[in-house]
């Protein structure tokens, strides 16, 4: 089969590889799309250390189903499928409290680390563990289905919560951001105030209708939540972004016992307010990747409650990857969301 391989820090070739094959308790998927996900075009360079080359990267990704490998009945050939990224082990206390994301063994497909390997679907097939595949309802396609990845991330983020209704503030508008910020939206929350610090991104946000948008280079994000809420502060906020700055925006823009959601975290540390979190009996959550919110996110996007496609600025042929991956890294206006289709 075709793949496109990284072969060496920040150099791709597309090139014949060996073909995977179902083992027990797995199945074989033609990829039909696969997505480039931010991690991927950050750790093409090695500055992540989870993408040791060589490497077939990818994992967003959505096909159909070419063989299945011994103990697998729930799946046939031909069905129409999408895939977690996270490979649990389902046996240690985590998985069996149902938290597979904190996995003690858990593998990411795509990466490549000090503990593990384990290829991706930047080709034309790949092998993966029954257990994390997942059937797409009729309405969806392909190239919606490799969003439901950080769908689900965003799905997960929002499930960390306890408020239920409100106002809440979405700290950067990239991909996860501005799906939380539909998530949100498709539970009837009163008022949605979306940050970032590019133009472009805000009026993406515009266009999925989200109306409270702060160009948070040119206002501070706290004054401007404070003054919408009436100077009593957002019930939720969650930061998309993981700086300092969009931290110290998060809690700053909350009410008293208000909800904080730290996903991004471009900034291993940073520092924080506090005594305001403390004072003002603040709530801060940690949520990582997602653990097992396929079903759901393929649901609101089957009934049209978010819309993916929105998200996606080019679909390309796999072979042409090395290309955009590059276009992504060197950060080319208008891209965001590229999707490969081999």
């Known amino acids: 089969m075709k793949a496109l391989v990284l072969e060496e820090y920040k150099k791709f070739t597309f090139k014949e590889v060996e ?11 033609e990829v039909k799309a696969c997505a480039v996900c931010g991690s991927d075009v950050h750790g093409m360079d090695g500055s992540t250390k989870r ?3 060589p490497l077939i990267m990818g994992h967003e990704a959505a096909g159909v189903i070419a063989d299945v490998g011994e103990g697998v009945h729930n799946f046939k050939k031909g069905d129409r499928v999408t895939l977690d990224s996270t490979i649990y082990c389902g046996e240690c206390s985590y998985c069996e409290r149902g938290e597979i994301n904190l996995c003690d063994n858990r593998k990411v497909i795509g990466v490549s680390c000090a503990e593990y390997r384990r290829d991706g679907a930047f080709a034309e097939y790949i092998a993966a563990p029954a257990r994390v595949v997942y059937r797409l309802p009729d309405k969806v396609t392909f190239k919606q289905a490799v969003m439901v990845e950080p769908l689900s991330v965003a799905y997960h983020a929002v499930e960390r919560t306890r408020i239920a209704n409100g106002a809440a503030v979405v700290i950067g508008c990239g991909n996860i951001g501005l799906l939380i910020a539909q998530i949100l939206a498709a539970r009837g929350f009163e008022k949605i105030i979306v940050t970032d610090v590019a133009e472009e991104k805000l009026e993406l946000a515009r266009k999925l209708g989200f109306k409270n948008c702060v160009d948070a280079g040119r206002e501070n994000v706290s004054d401007f939540v404070l003054k919408a809420t009436g100077g009593k502060g957002a019930d939720l906020s969650f930061d998309a972004v993981g700086t300092e700055l969009s931290v110290a ?17 471009i900034t291993p540390f940073v520092t924080v307010h506090l005594q305001e979190i403390v004072m003002k009996q603040l709530s801060v959550f940690g949520s990582c990747a997602s653990s097992g919110e396929y079903p759901q996110s393929l649901e609101l996007i089957a009934e049209g409650k978010v819309d993916v496609e929105a998200l996606i600025s080019r679909s390309v042929p796999l072979a042409e990857g090395g290309e955009w ?18």
Request: hydrophobic fraction near 40%; glycine fraction near 12%; proline fraction near 10%.
């Open 19 to 29: 073909l995977p094959q179902a083992g027990p308790e797995e199945v074989l998927i």
């Open 249 to 265: 925006s998060a809690v700053g823009s909350l009410r008293k016992g208000g909800e904080c959601v730290l996903v991004g975290n």
């Open 325 to 342: 991956i590059r276009k992504l890294y060197d950060k080319e206006p208008g891209l965001s969301k590229v999707v490969l289709i081999p």
């Open 51 to 53: 993408r040791i080359p």
